[in-house]
């Protein structure tokens, strides 16, 4: 290293992580400020690179699949012959290899220091990158996540890290292992475009933090595409070249399955492990993400971590949400705590769900007094118009003052129409203004309607004892 290297240079913000932070360097160069950017991988984070962006590109390949399938439902002699799954392959790998450089052109078109490399702590608020040595007065840890490491890695697995690019032809068969997020959403992808899909969950249930209302709807419409097996823990993998057999035991008997291809799915953990965090005075806690106040502000003033780096959310729009908030409070001088009571999340699997709030059983745990309705969506004659009779909406909310606690919906476009809520939750929470406004009549958001009514119902009987 030679002395000019050596020698710090001083920045007003420093930010580690290229993904959603991007924005916030961006912003803070277009301001005036001295920033550098620190990014080892690709820009744009594993959103638009790995996660997010291609898997929901796959899943509308496989939305179109299941609408020539079940066209019978509409009266329609349809017959799928199946699907190029090359070209549709190749269509999501180029999206994927063009996001780095949109990235980088905007981040070099600002003004913004991009330095490609691993950055880590070498001493207070001083960070050693590529062979130079940055300080600054703010800095924010912003390195997202990466998939928790699976057993048998030594073989050829996919996790959500490697399977994008997707580099092989289409399997002719897939085992998922995990039930999450991730997990079930491309287990109904590959379902979809019609390739044998089994899903392998450790816990007694799919989607093991939903409403149980929504759950038992859930895994009942997801299993009619995928073969799930519950409660199968793994004992052995191998992989002969052509094919993989895993050994799970399922209610005290081991079972035998193959498959093509199998991805594991079983949860993120922080890229934190590199940073060095004690050498500023940080330390991360057992699970590996940094603490934050409800500043996002670390214990080492001026130090803070956003997205998937301080574990609040492992969610890419409270990622963004976080990077507006430090954006609002390191450039405009916003004084308040960032407020994230109504953090949202949609599963893009099929069936769909979308859910804000607690849940029926989280509230009984808490103490916390509620009416519950789960209705149908029947009042909305365009959601009667998909010809499916499983989609619900459950509404949970307080006795007390009318305000929404919970709303989770299960069925097509939930997580569009769920959107109502949030900005009822967030403006004025009273679920009584779900009957005040005019609705367009069919359209799908109708199906509020019914839910709200029979709500105010049961939190005036309540009231009156």
């Known amino acids: 290293m030679t002395t000019d290297q050596a020698r710090p240079e001083h920045y007003d913000l420093i930010i580690l992580g290229g993904g959603r932070a991007s924005s916030l360097a961006i912003s803070g160069a277009k301001?005036?400020?001295?920033?550098?950017?620190?990014?080892?991988?690709?820009?744009?984070?594993?959103?638009?690179?790995?996660?997010?962006?291609?898997?929901?590109?796959?899943?509308g390949f496989a939305?179109?699949?299941?609408h020539v399938r079940h066209a019978d439902r509409h009266f329609i002699d349809a017959e799928f012959k199946g699907i190029d799954a090359k070209r549709l392959f190749n269509s999501v790998n180029e999206y994927v290899d063009g996001v780095d450089g949109r990235y980088e052109k905007n981040v070099e078109?600002?003004?913004?220091?991009?330095?490609r490399g691993e950055g880590r702590f070498t001493g207070p608020k001083t960070i050693e990158a590529a062979g130079r040595t940055l300080t600054a007065e703010s800095i924010v840890i912003a390195t997202g996540s990466y998939p928790t490491p699976p057993p048998y890695a030594e073989l050829p697995v996919w996790t959500s890290d490697n399977i994008f690019p997707l580099k092989d032809d289409p399997p002719k068969s897939?085992?998922?292992?995990?039930?999450?997020?991730?997990?079930?959403?491309?287990a109904a992808f590959f379902a979809g475009i019609g390739i044998p899909t089994s899903l392998f969950a450790r816990g007694g249930k799919l989607l093991g933090r939903a409403d149980s209302d929504i759950e038992r709807i859930f895994a009942t419409e997801f299993s009619k595409e995928v073969d799930v097996h519950l409660g199968a823990s793994l004992v052995d993998l191998t992989y002969d070249g052509k094919e993989f057999t895993a050994i799970f035991e399922i209610d005290g008997k081991k079972e035998s399955f193959t498959a093509e291809r199998v991805l594991f799915a079983i949860g993120r953990s922080p890229n934190t492990g590199s940073l060095d965090l004690e050498k500023t005075g940080l330390t991360a806690n057992k699970r590996g993400f940094v603490p934050v106040n409800d500043h996002l502000e670390t214990e080492v003033p001026g130090i803070f971590a956003a997205g998937d780096a301080n574990g609040r959310y492992m969610l890419q729009h409270?990622?963004?949400?976080?990077?507006?908030?430090?954006?609002?409070?390191?450039?405009?001088?916003?004084?308040?705590p960032i407020d994230e009571r109504q953090i949202a999340h949609a599963m893009f699997t099929h069936p769909e769900v979308a859910s804000v709030g607690h849940t029926e059983e989280s509230l009984v745990e808490a103490g916390i007094p509620y009416v519950s309705v789960l209705e149908d969506w029947l009042a909305s004659a365009r959601a009667m118009s998909t010809r499916v009779d499983y989609p619900r909406t459950k509404l949970l909310v307080s006795p007390e003052d009318y305000s929404i606690l919970g709303c989770h919906l299960i069925g097509p476009e939930a997580s569009t129409a769920?959107?109502?809520?949030?900005m009822l939750m967030h403006l004025k929470n009273d679920v009584r203004e779900l009957l005040e406004m005019i609705y367009i009549h069919p359209a799908l958001n109708e199906l509020f309607m019914?839910?709200?009514?029979?709500?105010?119902?049961m939190v005036r009987k309540a009231q009156q004892g």
């Open 31 to 59: 301001d005036g400020k001295k920033v550098a950017l620190i990014e080892k991988d690709r820009l744009g984070g594993a959103c638009p690179n790995r996660g997010c962006v291609p898997s929901k590109l796959l899943i």
């Open 63 to 66: 939305e179109a699949a299941r």
């Open 109 to 115: 078109k600002s003004g913004v220091t991009l330095i």
């Open 174 to 186: 897939l085992m998922v292992i995990g039930s999450g997020f991730i997990g079930t959403e491309m």
């Open 318 to 336: 409270a990622a963004s949400y976080e990077v507006l908030y430090l954006r609002k409070k390191l450039l405009k001088g916003l004084a308040g």
């Open 418 to 422: 769920i959107h109502q809520v949030l």
């Open 450 to 457: 019914p839910a709200a009514v029979q709500a105010i119902s």
